[in-house]
């Protein structure tokens, strides 16, 4: 009866132990499964907190390029008008300048524009909750995406109109001789 009475002890304890050794897998698991989400969660976070600083640092990155390309092309209207007032001191004919001028004023508005279009559509995309848009902030970025492209076109159409228009003219005023100089000089000869 003793042996009988040991053996039941054993297996009732052994039985108790199971339980609550279950018990305490069962909440092992549990506890793995939240700390898991809770690791999810803070690499979420951290990956929103490294993509909102990249679009933040391309802004600040394509309103310093604008200045310094406004600049430039600030730049280029001023000599622009100092050529125009030079020639037009000497005699020379700058109507086809000034009208070339105008154009290259019209241009640089037009990807003054399309650039601040641009501008506004990547910090349009910031406004979106991060994990939350569903679609929304990658959409924006798109839409920013060919924006751009528009913008490096109208550079690229500036560029292509200063140097095969503009400059070629600049060049046939230079040498171009002067009205006035050119009769006296003739009439000194004589």
């Not at 020639?87 to 009208?99: R, T």
């Amino acid at each position: 009866m003793r042996k009988k009475a040991i053996i039941v002890a054993m297996l009732s304890f052994a039985l108790a132990a199971g339980v609550v050794q279950a018990e305490t897998l069962q909440e092992r698991k549990q506890q793995k499964a939240e700390n898991w989400k809770a690791k999810q969660k803070e690499w979420q976070e951290q990956k929103c907190k490294r993509v909102e600083e990249r679009v933040q640092n391309r802004i600040t990155r394509f309103e310093e390029g604008k200045v310094r390309r406004m600049n430039a092309y600030d730049n280029l209207r001023n000599r622009i008008t100092k050529i125009i007032s030079r020639a037009e001191e000497k005699g020379d004919d700058v109507s086809k300048l000034k009208e070339y001028q105008g154009v290259l004023n019209g241009k640089i508005t037009k990807f003054e524009e399309s650039y601040k279009s641009f501008i506004v559509k990547l910090r349009g995309s910031q406004k979106y909750a991060c994990g939350n848009s569903e679609g929304q902030f990658r959409g924006n970025l798109q839409q920013a995406r060919e924006t751009i492209k528009t913008v490096q076109e109208n550079a690229q159409d500036i560029k292509n109109y200063v140097v095969n228009t503009i400059r070629p003219e600049i060049k046939t005023l230079k040498d171009q001789k002067p009205k006035t100089d050119g009769n006296e000089s003739e009439s000194g000869a004589e």
